[in-house]
């Protein structure tokens, strides 16, 4: 079976740009979550969603966003791209008969110049 | 949201035990404690979890405390496949199942 996959691998935008990503969950799972991971930090939670909806958000400004789609893949939206946002932007799927397990994709990385 | 911290580095020898330790003092009775790892350019991968009682599988031991502020990830035998980052976790059960990551540990070893 496929695990996660994340689209594209990699990405330059320039600042004020604005981007999406996106992610394709291993079959059967219908949960899927965002995490940012700036270089030399673990991955901060961004979004969290199931069944289409919005589960968990966590802090990042109005400009991120993201949707999920009937199929449960997701993208994710960053608007009014700054330095700051250049990180690798990790992909988790969940079974949902379980939480124990988060299983991640490769990520995406993205580069703001 | 709950907060977990950790040893930026350690090192260990090829075939030899490692204890890594993690502390969680701000633990809720509804949060468990997950360990994930990252391998270099790839994404995190589960290891472990637990919530009160101690849990072995194929890969390593969850060692938690009493008061479960604190707990252990015990590899029996590292190898040098096990060099990564090591991520202790509270996965927040009241509110939602979302996955906080601490800034993880370095594990280097050596041959």
């Known amino acids: 079976d496929a695990g996660v996959t994340q689209s594209p691998t990699h990405l330059i935008k320039t600042r004020g740009q604005q981007v999406t990503l996106r992610c394709s969950p291993i079959s059967g799972h219908k949960s899927v979550s965002w995490y940012q991971q700036v270089l030399g930090q673990g991955p901060q939670f961004i979004f969290q969603y199931y069944e289409k909806e919005e589960r968990g958000r966590g802090n990042f400004p109005d400009r991120f966003s993201a949707r999920q789609f009937p199929n449960y893949s997701s993208e994710l939206n960053v608007n009014a791209l700054l330095l700051g946002d250049s990180a690798l932007y990790l992909c988790a799927s969940t079974w949902t008969g379980s939480y124990n397990e988060q299983f991640f994709g490769p990520g995406t990385r993205l580069t703001v110049l | 949201d709950a907060k977990t911290t950790q040893p930026n580095s350690m090192e260990s020898n090829e075939e030899e035990p490692v204890h890594l330790p993690c502390n969680h003092s701000?633990?809720?009775?509804?949060?468990?404690i997950h360990w994930y790892r990252q391998l270099p350019s790839q994404g995190p991968e589960y290891v472990i979890h637990?919530?009160?009682s101690n849990v072995n599988n194929r890969m390593a031991s969850l060692a938690i405390a009493e008061d479960r502020k604190s707990s252990t990830l015990i590899l029996h035998r590292a190898t040098l496949r096990d060099a990564a980052v090591y991520y202790c976790?509270?996965?927040?059960?009241?509110?939602?199942?979302?996955?906080?990551f601490g800034t993880g540990t370095s594990l280097t070893v050596i041959p």
């Open positions: 637990g919530l009160t």
């Open positions: 976790i509270l996965r927040d059960v009241g509110t939602g199942n979302q996955f906080y």
């Open positions: 701000t633990i809720s009775g509804t949060d468990y």
